[in-house]
């Protein structure tokens, strides 16, 4: 996944055993945008 992009792995500066994975910004901004959508059409 973070060769597909959707993922970014970074290290832990402090600790050098730990890696932190987050959501690329383009995944976090495509998410976003499908709970947004949800919640409009979950209102009546």
């Not at 973070?2 to 832990?12: N, P, T």
């Not at 600790?15 to 919640?39: C, H, P, Q, W």
């Amino acid at each position: 996944m973070v060769k597909q992009g959707i993922l970014v792995r970074s290290e832990d500066e402090m600790d050098k055993r730990r890696v932190f994975i987050d959501l690329s910004e383009g995944t976090a901004a495509a998410m976003a945008g499908y709970f947004a959508e949800m919640n409009r059409s979950l209102k009546f």
